[in-house]
């Protein structure tokens, strides 16, 4: 393995990065569709497990060695049930988030284009929100905004939550409307209005951060 300090494991037992090839090795072993690679540096390991699979697995990429071969050995043989891969990362699309500073609490959101990183819109800080209803609000604004665009690409969000809200055009929160909210529930307002009066082709799907790590607009403040 030359000077390869860090394994990535994207599809394993436990996806994840591993400082030693014992640990990746458990992670993958009796594993069909494993993917993983070593790399030298912390900081390239978690940027690739990052970026997902696709990008850096199988390519024979600069900084590692993929797959079975950074084993030395051929791959495990095929269980009856593999454990199915990690779904593919689609690039083509905007990833939304929100900053919150309390919850309830000032409310920012943006959102960014999945596969450069930069921010395409922003909005806040609203004065008092929940991290919800700011979920919900960084979704319509980027369908409103491909929409504009005439563009089908899809919409990434972390928030289970407000991706349900805009798939039943409801939101069920238990904030107040008074004069402290009153901002964050006129865009709420808006955006329901706009989701029950517009169409769109965009798929609106579920961020996952579990394989994935953390979505490419997170404001870092967990």
Known sequence: MGMAKYYVVWAGANPGIYASWPECQAQVKGIADAKYKSYPTREEAERAYREG???????????????????????????????????????????VDVGTRGNPGPVEYKGVDTRTGEVLFERGPIPNGTNNLGEFLAIVHALAYLKKQGSAKTVYSDSRTALKWVKTKRVATTLPRNESTREIWELVDRALRWLQTNTYPNKVLKWQTEEWGEIRADYGRK
Request: glycine share 14%; no cysteine.
């Open 53 to 95: 699979w696709k990008k850096h697995w199988g390519q024979g990429a600069r900084g590692g060695s993929s797959g079975a071969a950074a084993a030395g050995r051929k791959a495990a043989p095929a269980k009856a049930s593999p454990k199915p891969a990690p779904e593919a990362i689609d690039y083509d699309s905007i990833s």
